[in-house]
């Protein structure tokens, strides 16, 4: 493992103990073999003045909801060393009382909450002290010997303790353990399937600890020959139904739409298609805080995905009550990933956010896995171990807090003609409300338009069957499935009328406006059956309801488009897909209206831009984001109970009151 330690950039943070802590905590936290998504922590102990010009033993210590490799001195909360010493004495306490008392500690009550590990990090009398959830050392530790090849590998240099929940017990057990220690000849604590602590009076030093004994543990892994995890599988049309039942079988199971990534990578295809698959993705969880993320055990799909997801329900519900003491509140029932046959591996997850988050767990854990196996058998802690920290009290007090959801969570939707004008607004309105959305364009500009997790860009041409099917495909295996289309991409010919109107003209127009409408519909409706309040919006016109002159290809056309909207709203309403049309009028803040159209435009009716641009009953002007709205509001629950409805964006024109 690198050492990242730097010199020159270390050099900013030598002018306090907690900048040089914020330093190589962020070391640390670059490092995803050793933290992963605020895992792992770190403290310093250190003297601060007080108001009254007193001074104080200080131990900062990581807060919680921050994040290692980001972490500011802010991120840090200060609390009393002398009172987290005395509270690690006590002989017992419960760990909601420990919460209360490690907030009670802190010298400022604007600070995060210190973390759950906080009084070991006081119990342990060196300066800095660092703690990660090690891959290397954690895989070696899940194993049928683990703790023997630890202590082959380290011998006294570390001290190794058996796995005991984290909290006020694991505080515990490093103190009564370490009572007759001499921490001068200690490099480290193992704490088998959990992590490593290393520590020291410097901070470059319990770094560099850190990284070597996390290096020895992967150059014995190094000599071990890992499992096969290349695969490949070509999918099938039949694929993408599957996984968006799937998906709808998780979010009933959770009792929200979920999204659901379809890994397809060599490594994920290679690990679902091992022969013990189905014993080895069941054993459990690489550290047993990743089952917060996680859950315990993967599903196990195969040829009827919806079904397995359901027994996967089934067998949790079980495992709930095998478990619970009768007072615990059970947890959703929906799997949160799933390997799925020589397919590759299913994410399940409420938004994109935390899809990553599994999703690189689940990396780290398809590695850390086959190395078990080949290290005498992957071995995870016992079902009972796991079942205590997902159903530990402090998790629990969480439920009773009301969880804060966006119109949009777990939803996903599809607009395409994105790169521009209001196709581009829908997406950032639908992005902002929680929904993962995909852009489709026939620009490539669209690939790299929206920097955000959430909102993924694909080239498609929607005059092309082949070009739509492939981009819906795409949707599906990135996301599980389509709940929203809105249908907008299109073109606004110049002005043509009909004497010289030509066929290819017409058919161009025709073609883009309307026949490509229909070919995106047809291709989502598949998937929007299977969807969460599903509903098609078209981006029709206001020259549907009040045409003009020159302009008779694209009126039909958008016409056309609307009619068709109409019987779609009756075909599809047994299926719960509503089908509305918006018609904007005058929306002149997309590419085709440079300032000099504008103003000829505005010039041939003997007005000036801005009149022109606010010709209307409110006299207001009409933007692409004023249509965004629209769209995402029709797509909401305002709109839960309507079908088939055309809706203006105008401003209010007479032709159409
Ligand atoms: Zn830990």
Not at 173 to 178: G, K, L
């Amino acid at each position: 493992m690198k050492n990242l330690w730097n010199d020159k950039d270390a050099e900013p943070f030598t002018h306090s103990d907690l900048a040089l802590r914020v330093y190589t905590s962020r070391l640390l936290g670059q490092n995803e073999n050793l933290v992963l998504h605020g895992g792992g922590n770190t403290s310093v102990k250190t003297i601060v003045t007080d108001i009254f010009g007193d001074k104080e033993e200080i131990l900062y210590v990581k807060g919680s909801g921050w994040d290692l490799k980001t972490i500011e001195e802010a991120g840090f909360s200060p609390t009393r060393l002398d009172v987290i010493r005395r509270l690690g004495q006590l002989s017992a306490m419960t760990d909601m009382e420990m919460t209360r008392e490690l907030a009670a500690s802190m010298i400022d009550p604007g600070a995060p909450s210190p973390s759950v590990e906080t009084i070991l990090h006081g119990l342990i009398p060196l300066k800095y002290v660092d703690h990660s959830h090690t891959d290397a050392v954690v895989a070696i530790s899940n194993t049928l010997n683990g703790a023997d090849l630890l202590k082959q590998i380290y011998a006294d240099r570390v001290l190794i303790l058996p796995y005991v929940m984290p909290g006020f017990k694991l505080a515990k057990q490093v103190y009564e353990a370490t009572r007759n220690t001499d921490w001068r000849t200690l490099e480290g604590i193992i704490l088998l399937h959990h992590g490593l602590f290393t520590f020291h009076g410097d901070a470059k030093t319990s770094y560099d600890n850190m990284i070597n004994l996390v290096s020895e543990a992967e150059e014995y892994l190094k000599s071990v020959k890992a499992l096969s995890t290349e695969g490949e599988y070509e999918a099938v049309d039949e694929d993408y139904l599957k996984l968006a039942k799937a998906r709808k079988a998780a979010s009933n199971l959770f009792g929200y739409a979920m999204l659901a990534n379809w890994k397809r990578d060599q490594f994920s295809i290679g690990y679902s298609s091992l022969d013990k698959i189905e014993d080895i993705a069941t054993r459990g969880p690489v550290t047993p805080d990743h089952t917060l993320q996680t859950k315990r055990i993967a599903a196990i799909l195969s040829e009827s995905p919806a079904a397995e997801v359901d027994s996967f329900g089934e067998k949790y519900q079980h495992y709930f009550d095998s478990n619970t003491d009768g007072n615990l509140v059970c947890l959703d029932t929906a799997p949160r990933f799933a390997v799925w046959k020589n397919k590759g591996c299913i994410v399940f997850a409420p938004n994109v956010k935390r899809s990553k988050v599994i999703s690189d767990i689940l990396d780290h854990t398809i590695i850390a896995v086959q190395c078990g196996e080949v290290l005498g058998g992957w071995q995870a802690l016992p079902e009972k171990d796991i079942f205590e920290i997902e159903y530990w009290e402090l998790e629990q007090a969480k439920l009773k807090l009301v969880p804060k959801r966006n119109e949009f969570d777990g939803k996903v939707v599809l607009v395409t003609g994105a790169a521009s004008g209001i196709g581009k607004a829908c997406v950032e309105a639908f992005s902002s409300k929680g929904a993962a959305v995909v852009a489709l364009d026939i620009n490539p500009e669209v690939e790299k338009l929206f920097d955000r997790e959430d909102t993924r860009g694909i080239v498609c041409d929607i005059t092309s069957d082949d070009s739509i099917r492939d981009a819906v495909h795409s949707v599906v295996a990135s996301f599980g499935g389509v709940d929203v289309l809105v249908s907008n991409a299109g073109s606004f010919p110049a002005s043509t009328r009909l004497e010289q109107m030509e066929s290819e003209f017409l058919r161009e127009t025709m073609q883009l406006n309307f026949n490509a409408h229909v070919g995106v519909m047809r291709a989502c409706v598949p998937f929007l059956k299977l969807g969460f309040d599903p509903s098609i919006i078209l981006m029709a016109s206001k020259n549907v309801p009040a045409p003009g002159p020159g302009a008779g290809a694209y009126s039909a056309a958008k016409s056309a488009l609307t009619q068709m909207g109409r019987v779609a709203a009756m075909e599809l309403g047994e299926e719960g897909i509503r089908v509305n049309m918006v018609h904007p009028n005058a929306v002149f803040d997309t590419g085709i209206w440079t300032q000099e159209v504008l103003q000829k435009r505005a010039a041939s009716y003997g007005l000036s831009v801005d009149e022109y641009k606010t010709n209307n009953l409110l006299g207001a002007e009409i933007t692409s984001v004023d249509v965004a709205e629209m769209v995402v509001t029709m797509a909401g629950k305002s709109f839960a109970k309507t079908t088939g409805a055309q809706v203006p964006v105008d401003g209010g024109n007479d032709r159409v009151v």
